[in-house]
């Protein structure tokens, strides 16, 4: 890597920005170090000895394996204060209706979950009560019922989700499912179905000297900040940056990064090209580009023969795709969509790389295989410098799925079927059910139609993640039980309900003895110590809890499901079950890692899949939905990490929590100044927001999530992933208040 300066690259002559448009990351430090006053030495411990529970970036300490720099980011920042704060006076929950006016915010600030807690049906609020009374009383809810089990991918080790699953099914049901499925299951359908991996092929080592990354739908300066280092330096290694959105989004535009002595004091200038696209378009682009690289003969023919399948009936497809048809639905031009070609068509190596802009459609599966199929017209897989990146967004989520703690897969991605489940049956000594569960989203369908007794929440808020809160809240009001395993109280816990609802205190991943394991974006799966520290209560290990509760539900098998050896023994079973993470019993230092695949997953063109090959797919666009006169409107993410927000103001844009993101063009057209209060409606609700003109494409808006979540269409979900969709068709007009 070039360590010369290199002012083409720079942002601004501007020491360090100054009078820029940009967060402060030298103030988040400041912001991190006044909030864990009391626990800076154990804050500090975390930093440098923890596996970064932040994005899936996977930092051990502050260094990382990509390169020999200090890596910190504002998210693991803001996270320092959850994992540092002590206990909150249980009385603070004595009333939940008085609980329940306060903010998100301000329920973390009350502090840790110290001890079990009770709010029986007709009470004003919680009571503490012991471990052996509340498992007891969740053991005999839990025998016979309809139920579901839920984890949120924020910090979940491997561990839990793997004891987790395991529990779950020892109790007689496959309704076990994790945040995935609200961010990347289309990519995990997608790719298993085309390449036969759902994980990314290759490593963050291979950004940095690729022709190209092409980024669409993702946006890593606010989502995986650290990832904006890599950047920086592939940008001086003479890769150049794609972006396909339909938000220019100001912080992939240019980024201070604040570890590096050049770019924080001039920036980085981040994207080369960027490519606008209609919300929901991104079929029609690049579709459109595949369409020009089979017609300018730039397609790499020698890969596409020796190494794939379905690629005449790709080419047969796309030909009877019009011009006309894909420029509608992308928002682009058919001259674009030839700038993209010939780039990709020029370029020896590149990357792609996407997220939830992708996923979170009805159609997002499709998004997934059209990024595949541009992949392997080029031969972008299985080579230096190259591959299929689904970046995400959380560290616990990558192996969430792997571990089984999904609907729809049981250990090691294995689909649910006959013979997958008498393979852990007889591993494991008990009935393994052989049909799919119920996923996040039908968990909720079945509460509210009143078939499903008993909810098991592993941190998350379905109040605030799902669309339509209003739904949410009447789905879990009609639980006859309601167990919440969390470290600190949530709104969700204070919702109504017919019944019971049981607060179970959790540890962090730095309390846990023995350690714990996470998976990063690109298949590392990396040791993270018990940091030494103070300990909040009566808390405990995530594991144990659903092991306990398996255990007293159904004491026949105790001794199949309980880990007298802790995290040790799970990561020993973990190796047996999932052969492709050999090597996870032996972790057990700080730093200790292996990547599971190596460096590249399809090495040299060879695909796990049964021929070998990987699958073009005929990718259909998809309908126009939108009326004349009406908006497409996306959900974003602002200063927050996942529903946690951090403040109410972006730095990138300047954007409010009630920020109506508007390309200049409409909101001229519209004579709507910025401040302008505005309705949006939509066939699921109204927000009301106001103006704030932003690069975006003409006939799309943007506005934040969760805010947001009332516009969307509960019943508006991909087929296969069951995944929401986070759109809508909206009209737009001023507020009459």
């Given at each position: 890597m070039s360590k010369r300066l290199d002012p083409r690259n720079w942002a601004s002559w501007k020491p360090f920005g100054i009078g820029e448009r940009k967060p402060n990351n030298y103030l988040e430090l400041w912001k991190a170090f006044r909030s864990v006053k009391g626990n800076r030495r154990y804050a500090w411990r975390i930093l440098n000895q923890g596996t970064c529970d932040g994005c899936a970036l996977g930092t051990r300490g502050m260094r990382d394996w990509t390169m020999d720099e200090i890596h910190l980011c504002n998210i693991r920042l803001r996270l320092l204060k959850l994992n540092t704060m002590p206990a909150m006076d249980p009385a603070a929950l004595a009333d939940a209706a008085a609980a329940a006016r306060l903010t998100s915010a301000q329920l973390r600030d009350l502090g840790r979950l110290p001890y079990p807690m009770l709010r029986r049906r007709g009470e004003p609020g919680f009571t503490r009560i012991g471990w052996d009374e509340?498992?007891?009383?969740?053991?005999?809810?839990?025998?016979?019922?309809?139920?579901?089990?839920?984890?949120?991918?924020?910090?979940?080790?491997?561990?839990?989700?793997?004891?987790?699953?395991?529990?779950?099914?020892?109790?007689?049901?496959?309704?076990?499912?994790?945040?995935?499925?609200?961010?990347?299951?289309?990519?995990?359908?997608?790719?298993?179905?085309?390449?036969?991996?759902?994980?990314?092929?290759?490593?963050?080592?291979?950004?940095?000297?690729?022709?190209?990354?092409?980024?669409?739908?993702?946006?890593?300066?606010?989502?995986?900040?650290?990832a904006m280092k890599y950047l920086y330096h592939a940008k001086k290694a003479g890769t150049r940056i794609v972006m396909l959105n339909a938000y220019r989004e100001p912080g992939m535009d240019r980024y201070w990064v604040p570890s590096n002595a050049e770019s924080a004091l001039f920036g980085t200038k981040i994207t080369d090209h960027f490519f606008p696209v209609n919300i929901g378009g991104d079929i029609g682009f690049l579709n459109g580009v595949l369409k020009h690289l089979i017609e300018r003969d730039l397609v790499?023919?020698?890969?596409?023969?020796?190494?794939?399948?379905?690629?005449?009936?790709?080419?047969?497809?796309?030909?009877?795709?019009?011009?006309?048809?894909?420029?509608?639905?992308?928002?682009?031009?058919?001259?674009?969509?030839?700038?993209?070609?010939?780039?990709?068509?020029?370029?020896?190596?590149?990357?792609?790389?996407?997220?939830?802009?992708?996923t979170q459609h009805t159609y997002g599966e499709r998004n997934v295989r059209a990024i595949v199929n541009l992949a392997l017209a080029r031969g972008f897989v299985g080579r230096d410098n190259c591959g299929l990146m689904p970046i995400r967004g959380h560290s616990g989520v990558q192996g969430g799925a792997e571990m089984g703690a999904y609907a729809t897969g049981l250990p090691g991605g294995l689909p649910v079927t006959t013979a997958n489940a008498a393979r852990f049956s007889r591993a494991w000594g008990f009935e393994v059910p052989d049909t799919p569960g119920l996923t996040a989203t039908d968990m909720i369908d079945a509460a509210h139609a009143g078939e499903l007794d008993v909810l098991i929440s592993s941190g998350g808020n379905f109040l605030e993640v799902l669309p339509d809160p209003g739904y949410c809240r009447e789905a879990l009001a009609r639980l006859k039980t309601r167990i919440h395993i969390d470290i600190v109280p949530s709104s969700q816990m204070l919702a109504d309900c017919d019944g019971d609802v049981l607060l179970l205190p959790a540890?962090?991943?730095?309390?846990?003895?023995?350690?714990?394991?996470?998976?990063?974006?690109?298949?590392?799966?990396?040791?993270?110590?018990?940091?030494?520290?103070?300990?909040?209560?009566?808390?405990?290990?995530?594991?144990?809890?659903?092991?306990?509760?398996?255990?007293?539900?159904?004491?026949?098998?105790?001794?199949?499901?309980?880990?007298?050896?802790?995290?040790?023994?799970?990561?020993?079973?973990?190796?047996?079950?999932?052969?492709?993470?050999?090597?996870?019993?032996?972790?057990?230092?700080?730093?200790?890692?292996?990547?599971?695949?190596?460096?590249?997953?399809?090495?040299?063109?060879?695909?796990?899949?049964?021929?070998?090959?990987?699958?073009?797919?005929?990718?259909?666009?998809?309908?126009?939905?939108?009326?004349?006169?009406?908006?497409?409107?996306?959900?974003?993410?602002?200063?927050?990490?996942?529903?946690?927000?951090?403040?109410?103001?972006?730095?990138?844009?300047?954007?409010?929590?009630?920020?109506?993101?508007?390309?200049?063009?409409?909101?001229?057209?519209?004579?709507?100044?910025?401040?302008?209060?505005?309705?949006?409606?939509?066939?699921?609700?109204?927000?009301?927001?106001?103006?704030?003109?932003?690069?975006?494409?003409?006939?799309?808006?943007?506005?934040?999530?969760?805010?947001?979540?009332?516009?969307?269409?509960?019943?508006?979900?991909?087929?296969?992933?069951?995944?929401?969709?986070?759109?809508?068709?909206?009209?737009?007009?001023?507020?009459?208040?």
């Open positions: 509340a498992l007891d009383l969740a053991a005999e809810r839990l025998r016979g019922a309809r139920f579901g089990a839920y984890l949120t991918s924020r910090g979940v080790p491997n561990e839990n989700y793997f004891a987790a699953q395991k529990s779950v099914r020892a109790l007689g049901t496959n309704s076990v499912d994790n945040a995935a499925r609200i961010c990347h299951s289309p990519s995990t359908v997608a790719l298993k179905q085309t390449i036969g991996a759902a994980a990314t092929t290759c490593s963050y080592t291979d950004w940095i000297g690729a022709d190209l990354i092409v980024f669409i739908g993702s946006n890593p300066s606010n989502n995986q900040p650290v790499d023919k020698e890969f596409v023969d020796r190494h794939t399948a379905g690629f005449d009936e790709v080419r047969t497809a796309v030909a009877a795709q019009s011009w006309e048809e894909l420029e509608a639905l992308s928002g682009s031009t058919r001259e674009q969509m030839a700038e993209l070609a010939e780039m990709l068509g020029a370029a020896r190596s590149a990357v792609l790389v996407w997220s939830m802009g992708i540890q962090t991943r730095y309390e846990m003895e023995g350690g714990v394991t996470e998976t990063s974006t690109e298949r590392r799966i990396i040791f993270s110590p018990e940091v030494k520290g103070p300990r909040v209560g009566e808390a405990w290990p995530e594991w144990k809890i659903f092991t306990e509760l398996a255990a007293r539900t159904r004491p026949e098998l105790s001794d199949m499901i309980r880990y007298p050896g802790g995290t040790a023994q799970i990561r020993r079973e973990i190796e047996e079950a999932v052969p492709f993470y050999q090597g996870i019993a032996a972790l057990k230092e700080f730093g200790d890692n292996v990547q599971y695949g190596g460096r590249h997953l399809c090495q040299d063109g060879r695909f796990p899949t049964p021929d070998g090959l990987g699958r073009f797919t005929v990718v259909d666009p998809p309908a126009l939905e939108r009326p004349d006169g009406s908006f497409m409107v996306a959900t974003r993410r602002g200063k927050q990490f996942n529903s946690m927000i951090h403040e109410r103001r972006d730095g990138f844009n300047g954007a409010t929590r009630d920020a109506v993101l508007m390309s200049p063009y409409d909101a001229d057209r519209l004579g709507l100044p910025d401040g302008t209060e505005v309705e949006l409606s939509g066939a699921a609700g109204r927000f009301t927001g106001r103006v704030l003109r932003a690069p975006l494409t003409p006939g799309n808006l943007q506005i934040h999530w969760p805010e947001g979540n009332v516009l969307l269409d509960v019943t508006r979900r991909s087929p296969a992933a069951r995944i929401p969709d986070y759109n809508a068709v909206v009209t737009l007009k001023r507020s009459s208040s």
